[in-house]
């Protein structure tokens, strides 16, 4: 059975940082592209970064020059750094990956959340 672990949400004061991890297990062949979503009270879900198996990079254009996504293919874990934190980033952040088993489909994490006070 695979799943997305999360970790690394809590509160911060506007300015700070944090760090999320998000680590896949179980039976996986491959892992495609990784992510981060958010999804703030009464809104839609979001991309917030992606990347691909190869490094690419995309970034929501709110986050660009704040947020660093990374990966460490070896131990199937993607990170999202998060610096100069705002409060309107304040959200439940998901991790995605699309991750072949036998054939491939996404999966979701349980959610973190982020909490930035002004």
């Known amino acids: 059975q695979v799943r997305l672990v999360e970790s690394g949400g809590g509160l911060v004061q506007a300015g700070g940082s944090l760090r999320l991890s998000c680590a896949a297990t179980?039976?996986?062949?491959?892992?495609?592209?990784m992510g981060w979503y958010r999804q703030a009270p009464g809104k839609q879900r979001e991309l917030v970064a992606a990347i691909t198996s190869g490094g690419s990079t995309n970034y929501a254009d709110s986050v660009k020059g704040r947020f660093t996504i990374s990966r460490d293919n070896a131990e199937n874990t993607v990170y999202l750094q998060m610096n100069s934190l705002k409060p309107e980033d304040t959200a439940v952040y998901y991790c995605n990956a699309r991750i072949v088993v036998v054939i491939s489909r996404d999966y979701w994490g349980q959610g973190t959340q982020v909490t930035v006070s002004s």
């Open positions: 179980g039976s996986i062949f491959s892992i495609n592209t």
